[in-house]
Protein backbone atom coordinates (compact mmCIF):
# COMPACT_ATOMS: atom_id res chain seq x y z
CA UNK A 1 0.00 0.00 0.00
CA UNK A 2 1.00 3.71 -0.55
CA UNK A 3 0.95 4.44 3.35
CA UNK A 4 0.08 8.24 5.00
CA UNK A 5 -1.60 10.02 7.48
CA UNK A 6 -4.60 12.44 7.58
CA UNK A 7 -2.99 15.81 7.88
CA UNK A 8 -4.47 19.13 9.49
CA UNK A 9 -5.64 21.87 7.39
CA UNK A 10 -6.08 24.70 9.86
CA UNK A 11 -3.11 26.38 8.35
CA UNK A 12 -3.95 25.59 5.26
CA UNK A 13 -3.28 23.03 2.05
CA UNK A 14 0.35 24.06 1.82
CA UNK A 15 0.69 23.37 5.62
CA UNK A 16 -1.12 20.02 5.61
CA UNK A 17 1.59 19.31 2.34
CA UNK A 18 4.64 20.26 4.84
CA UNK A 19 3.35 17.86 7.54
CA UNK A 20 2.92 15.00 4.95
CA UNK A 21 6.49 15.49 3.70
CA UNK A 22 7.81 15.65 7.43
CA UNK A 23 6.21 12.41 7.99
CA UNK A 24 7.52 10.73 4.99
CA UNK A 25 4.25 10.11 3.54
CA UNK A 26 3.54 8.34 0.39
CA UNK A 27 -0.12 9.22 0.63
CA UNK A 28 -2.02 11.80 2.35
CA UNK A 29 -5.61 13.06 3.30
CA UNK A 30 -7.00 16.07 4.22
CA UNK A 31 -10.49 17.98 4.60
CA UNK A 32 -11.26 19.77 1.83
CA UNK A 33 -12.34 22.70 3.41
CA UNK A 34 -12.69 24.54 6.65
CA UNK A 35 -16.01 26.42 7.67
CA UNK A 36 -16.21 30.20 6.95
CA UNK A 37 -12.51 29.96 5.22
CA UNK A 38 -12.72 30.53 1.08
CA UNK A 39 -9.87 29.38 -1.20
CA UNK A 40 -8.67 31.41 -4.56
CA UNK A 41 -7.65 29.34 -7.59
CA UNK A 42 -4.23 30.28 -7.47
CA UNK A 43 -3.82 28.72 -4.09
CA UNK A 44 -5.98 25.39 -5.15
CA UNK A 45 -3.44 25.35 -8.57
CA UNK A 46 -0.15 25.81 -6.50
CA UNK A 47 -1.24 23.00 -3.98
CA UNK A 48 -2.01 20.83 -6.69
CA UNK A 49 1.81 21.38 -8.56
CA UNK A 50 3.83 21.42 -4.80
CA UNK A 51 2.07 17.92 -4.26
CA UNK A 52 3.05 16.65 -7.39
CA UNK A 53 6.70 17.63 -7.21
CA UNK A 54 6.80 15.98 -3.85
CA UNK A 55 7.20 12.39 -2.68
CA UNK A 56 3.18 12.53 -1.71
CA UNK A 57 1.89 10.69 -4.74
CA UNK A 58 -1.65 9.99 -3.43
CA UNK A 59 -4.08 12.54 -2.47
CA UNK A 60 -7.78 11.83 -0.58
CA UNK A 61 -9.78 13.58 0.44
CA UNK A 62 -12.51 12.84 3.25
CA UNK A 63 -16.06 14.68 3.34
CA UNK A 64 -15.63 16.93 6.52
CA UNK A 65 -19.37 17.12 7.88
CA UNK A 66 -21.27 14.52 8.99
CA UNK A 67 -24.02 14.58 6.00
CA UNK A 68 -27.73 14.35 6.79
CA UNK A 69 -28.20 12.38 3.38
CA UNK A 70 -30.65 10.21 4.32
CA UNK A 71 -32.60 12.25 6.11
CA UNK A 72 -36.42 12.43 5.58
CA UNK A 73 -36.50 16.67 6.35
CA UNK A 74 -36.44 17.65 2.98
CA UNK A 75 -34.24 21.01 4.01
CA UNK A 76 -31.65 19.00 5.78
CA UNK A 77 -31.28 16.83 2.74
CA UNK A 78 -30.97 19.37 0.80
CA UNK A 79 -28.18 21.29 2.40
CA UNK A 80 -26.61 18.20 2.67
CA UNK A 81 -26.45 17.68 -1.36
CA UNK A 82 -25.65 21.54 -1.22
CA UNK A 83 -22.68 20.94 1.01
CA UNK A 84 -21.47 17.53 -0.84
CA UNK A 85 -21.84 19.29 -4.03
CA UNK A 86 -19.26 21.68 -2.68
CA UNK A 87 -16.55 18.80 -1.47
CA UNK A 88 -16.54 17.56 -4.88
CA UNK A 89 -15.58 20.35 -6.73
CA UNK A 90 -12.96 21.57 -4.18
CA UNK A 91 -11.40 18.23 -3.57
CA UNK A 92 -11.41 17.71 -7.14
CA UNK A 93 -9.72 21.27 -7.77
CA UNK A 94 -7.13 20.05 -5.02
CA UNK A 95 -6.17 17.07 -7.25
CA UNK A 96 -7.54 14.28 -4.83
CA UNK A 97 -8.23 11.31 -6.31
CA UNK A 98 -11.22 10.67 -4.71
CA UNK A 99 -13.74 11.95 -1.75
CA UNK A 100 -14.73 9.30 0.84
CA UNK A 101 -17.82 9.84 3.24
CA UNK A 102 -20.10 8.39 5.58
CA UNK A 103 -23.56 7.85 4.65
CA UNK A 104 -25.12 9.50 7.80
CA UNK A 105 -28.09 8.16 9.42
CA UNK A 106 -32.00 7.61 8.33
CA UNK A 107 -34.60 9.54 10.47
CA UNK A 108 -36.38 8.58 13.24
CA UNK A 109 -39.90 7.65 11.38
CA UNK A 110 -38.23 5.99 8.28
CA UNK A 111 -35.97 2.56 7.85
CA UNK A 112 -32.83 0.98 6.73
CA UNK A 113 -33.52 0.32 3.25
CA UNK A 114 -35.77 3.68 2.59
CA UNK A 115 -32.28 5.57 4.70
CA UNK A 116 -30.23 3.52 2.01
CA UNK A 117 -32.16 4.92 -0.88
CA UNK A 118 -32.29 8.21 0.04
CA UNK A 119 -28.27 8.70 0.99
CA UNK A 120 -27.44 7.03 -2.60
CA UNK A 121 -29.65 9.02 -4.66
CA UNK A 122 -28.26 12.02 -2.46
CA UNK A 123 -24.70 11.38 -4.06
CA UNK A 124 -25.95 10.84 -7.19
CA UNK A 125 -27.69 14.14 -7.24
CA UNK A 126 -24.54 16.02 -5.51
CA UNK A 127 -22.23 14.15 -8.67
CA UNK A 128 -24.06 15.05 -11.14
CA UNK A 129 -24.73 19.02 -10.22
CA UNK A 130 -21.07 19.56 -9.65
CA UNK A 131 -19.26 18.33 -12.78
CA UNK A 132 -16.11 17.27 -11.31
CA UNK A 133 -16.65 13.24 -12.03
CA UNK A 134 -14.51 12.66 -8.48
CA UNK A 135 -15.12 8.86 -7.12
CA UNK A 136 -17.12 8.82 -4.42
CA UNK A 137 -15.90 6.02 -1.34
CA UNK A 138 -18.57 5.25 1.16
CA UNK A 139 -16.60 4.38 4.49
CA UNK A 140 -17.72 1.71 6.73
CA UNK A 141 -18.52 3.29 10.20
CA UNK A 142 -18.92 1.54 13.89
CA UNK A 143 -22.79 1.29 14.03
CA UNK A 144 -24.68 1.93 16.63
CA UNK A 145 -28.17 3.31 16.40
CA UNK A 146 -29.58 4.77 12.69
CA UNK A 147 -26.63 5.58 11.44
CA UNK A 148 -25.63 3.74 7.61
CA UNK A 149 -22.53 1.61 6.98
CA UNK A 150 -21.77 -0.17 9.46
CA UNK A 151 -23.02 -3.72 8.00
CA UNK A 152 -21.14 -4.48 5.00
CA UNK A 153 -24.18 -5.22 3.17
CA UNK A 154 -25.15 -1.76 3.41
CA UNK A 155 -22.35 -0.80 1.66
CA UNK A 156 -23.18 -2.81 -1.36
CA UNK A 157 -26.67 -1.52 -1.44
CA UNK A 158 -25.19 2.31 -1.23
CA UNK A 159 -22.56 1.37 -3.94
CA UNK A 160 -25.35 -0.97 -6.64
CA UNK A 161 -27.37 2.59 -7.68
CA UNK A 162 -24.26 4.93 -8.38
CA UNK A 163 -22.52 1.82 -10.74
CA UNK A 164 -25.85 2.08 -12.18
CA UNK A 165 -26.00 5.95 -12.85
CA UNK A 166 -22.30 5.59 -13.89
CA UNK A 167 -20.97 7.09 -11.05
CA UNK A 168 -17.35 6.07 -10.03
CA UNK A 169 -17.61 5.16 -6.39
CA UNK A 170 -15.94 2.05 -4.11
CA UNK A 171 -15.46 1.50 -0.75
CA UNK A 172 -13.11 2.69 1.98
CA UNK A 173 -12.38 0.43 4.56
CA UNK A 174 -11.49 1.50 8.40
CA UNK A 175 -10.09 -1.26 10.62
CA UNK A 176 -11.31 0.43 13.81
CA UNK A 177 -14.75 0.91 12.24
CA UNK A 178 -14.54 -2.87 11.54
CA UNK A 179 -13.52 -3.54 15.06
CA UNK A 180 -16.21 -1.52 16.64
CA UNK A 181 -18.81 -3.23 14.55
CA UNK A 182 -18.09 -6.72 15.75
CA UNK A 183 -15.44 -7.70 13.40
CA UNK A 184 -12.13 -9.09 15.29
CA UNK A 185 -9.69 -8.02 12.63
CA UNK A 186 -7.13 -7.71 15.61
CA UNK A 187 -5.99 -11.34 14.89
CA UNK A 188 -5.31 -13.16 11.85
CA UNK A 189 -8.34 -15.27 11.82
CA UNK A 190 -10.58 -12.54 12.29
CA UNK A 191 -8.68 -10.12 9.68
CA UNK A 192 -9.27 -12.92 7.06
CA UNK A 193 -12.75 -13.94 8.47
CA UNK A 194 -13.33 -10.21 7.71
CA UNK A 195 -11.29 -9.41 4.33
CA UNK A 196 -13.48 -13.25 2.58
CA UNK A 197 -16.92 -11.42 3.68
CA UNK A 198 -15.84 -8.10 2.65
CA UNK A 199 -15.05 -9.36 -0.60
CA UNK A 200 -17.99 -12.00 -1.07
CA UNK A 201 -20.51 -8.86 -0.33
CA UNK A 202 -18.63 -5.78 -1.93
CA UNK A 203 -16.14 -7.06 -3.99
CA UNK A 204 -12.34 -6.89 -3.56
CA UNK A 205 -11.98 -4.03 -6.72
CA UNK A 206 -14.84 -2.29 -4.74
CA UNK A 207 -12.70 -1.35 -2.50
CA UNK A 208 -10.46 1.54 -3.36
CA UNK A 209 -8.62 2.37 0.24
CA UNK A 210 -8.46 1.74 3.35
CA UNK A 211 -8.07 3.82 6.97
CA UNK A 212 -5.34 1.89 8.65
CA UNK A 213 -6.63 2.91 12.56
CA UNK A 214 -5.94 1.33 15.78
CA UNK A 215 -8.48 2.15 18.29
CA UNK A 216 -9.13 2.14 22.26
CA UNK A 217 -13.07 1.04 21.95
CA UNK A 218 -14.06 -2.64 22.45
CA UNK A 219 -15.09 -5.12 20.26
CA UNK A 220 -18.16 -4.45 18.90
CA UNK A 221 -19.04 -1.76 20.64
CA UNK A 222 -20.05 0.67 18.15
CA UNK A 223 -17.81 3.73 19.44
CA UNK A 224 -15.56 5.72 17.22
CA UNK A 225 -12.31 6.06 19.47
CA UNK A 226 -8.76 6.62 17.84
CA UNK A 227 -5.52 5.52 19.27
CA UNK A 228 -1.95 5.73 18.32
CA UNK A 229 -1.29 2.78 16.72
CA UNK A 230 0.83 0.59 19.63
CA UNK A 231 -1.74 2.03 22.21
CA UNK A 232 -5.09 0.68 21.42
CA UNK A 233 -6.45 -3.14 20.53
CA UNK A 234 -5.48 -3.99 17.69
CA UNK A 235 -1.76 -4.25 17.15
CA UNK A 236 0.22 -5.94 14.41
CA UNK A 237 -1.64 -9.44 13.45
CA UNK A 238 -4.45 -8.67 11.92
CA UNK A 239 -2.42 -5.55 10.30
CA UNK A 240 0.10 -7.81 8.49
CA UNK A 241 -2.52 -10.10 7.37
CA UNK A 242 -4.26 -7.15 5.27
CA UNK A 243 -0.66 -5.25 4.28
CA UNK A 244 0.24 -8.73 2.76
CA UNK A 245 -2.79 -8.89 0.23
CA UNK A 246 -1.61 -8.44 -2.93
CA UNK A 247 -4.83 -7.11 -4.22
CA UNK A 248 -4.83 -4.01 -2.33
CA UNK A 249 -0.75 -3.52 -2.98
CA UNK A 250 -1.92 -0.15 -5.35
CA UNK A 251 -4.29 0.95 -2.09
CA UNK A 252 -3.81 4.02 -0.81
CA UNK A 253 -3.62 3.36 3.54
CA UNK A 254 -4.32 6.29 5.73
CA UNK A 255 -3.53 6.74 9.10
CA UNK A 256 -6.17 8.83 11.00
CA UNK A 257 -5.12 9.87 14.83
CA UNK A 258 -6.83 10.98 17.38
CA UNK A 259 -7.74 14.83 18.56
CA UNK A 260 -4.30 16.05 19.53
CA UNK A 261 -2.05 13.62 18.12
CA UNK A 262 1.29 15.91 17.52
CA UNK A 263 4.22 15.64 14.47
CA UNK A 264 5.74 12.97 16.99
CA UNK A 265 2.54 10.84 16.99
CA UNK A 266 2.13 10.56 13.27
CA UNK A 267 5.79 9.60 12.34
CA UNK A 268 4.90 6.82 15.37
CA UNK A 269 1.61 5.39 14.04
CA UNK A 270 3.14 5.51 10.10
CA UNK A 271 6.50 4.34 11.56
CA UNK A 272 4.50 1.18 12.85
CA UNK A 273 2.28 0.67 10.16
CA UNK A 274 5.33 0.37 8.04
CA UNK A 275 7.08 -2.00 10.18
CA UNK A 276 3.64 -4.42 9.63
CA UNK A 277 4.04 -4.08 5.73
CA UNK A 278 7.76 -5.71 5.79
Known sequence: MDLGVHCPVNRGFAAALRHARAVGCEAMQVFPYRRHQTHSAGELAEFRLAREASPVRRLLAHSRFAPCLASRREARRRRSIELLDRELRLAAALGAEALILHAGAYSEDSDREEGLRLAAA?????????????????????????????????????????????????????????????????????????????????????????????????????????????????????????????????????????????????????????????
Do not use: K
Open 122 to 278: AVCEAWERGGSRLPVLFENVPGGGRRLGAGLHDLAELLAPLRRAGIPCGACVDTAHAWAAGFDVAVAEGMLRFLSRLHRVVGADEVRAFHLNDTRALLGSQRESHAVWGRGFLGTEGLRVLLARPEYADRPGIVELPLGADLSDALAALTYVRACGI
